[in-house]
Nanobody
C-alpha cells in the first residue's frame, strides 16, 4: 500500500517560517504529481499548491501565491511546502496529496492522502 506521511506542523507566529514535509513510501512505481491542500473545521478542503513530479512545474492558489513555495526531492520521494510569511488565515490542517502509480497497477494513477498536520499561526 502507498502511504503519505506529513510532518512539520505546529504553532507558528505570524510572519514566521513553515516547512512541511510529506514523504511517499510503499509500493510505488512512479509519482505523477504531489500537492498540498488545507482544511479549516466546517469548511471544504481547499487546494494550496501542486508540483508536477516530472519537470517540476508548480501551481499555487491565489491565496498563497508569492508567499508559499512547493518543492520536491525526487531521491527521497518527498514534497515540501514552505513559507516565511505566514498569516493567521493560513491556520488549517494541511494534507499531502499524491497522484501515484502503484507497483501493482503501474498503468493507473490513484489519489493518496496523508493524515494531515495541524498548522496554527497565532501570536
Amino acid at each position: 500500500q502507498v502511504q503519505l506521511v506529513e510532518s512539520g506542523g505546529g504553532l507558528i507566529q505570524p510572519g514566521g517560517s513553515l516547512r512541511l514535509s510529506c514523504t511517499a513510501s510503499g509500493a510505488i512505481s512512479s509519482i505523477v504529481t504531489m500537492a498540498w491542500y488545507r482544511q479549516v473545521p466546517g469548511k471544504q478542503r481547499e487546494f494550496v499548491a501542486q508540483i508536477i513530479w516530472r519537470g517540476g512545474n508548480t501551481y499555487y492558489s491565489d491565496s498563497v501565491k508569492g508567499r508559499f513555495t512547493i518543492s520536491r526531492d525526487n531521491a527521497k520521494s518527498t514534497v515540501y511546502l514552505q513559507s516565511n510569511a505566514l498569516k493567521p488565515e493560513d491556520t488549517a490542517v494541511y494534507f499531502c496529496n499524491g497522484q501515484i502509480r502503484p507497483s501493482y497497477d503501474r498503468m493507473v494513477a490513484s489519489d493518496y492522502w496523508g493524515q494531515g498536520t495541524q498548522v496554527t499561526v497565532s501570536s
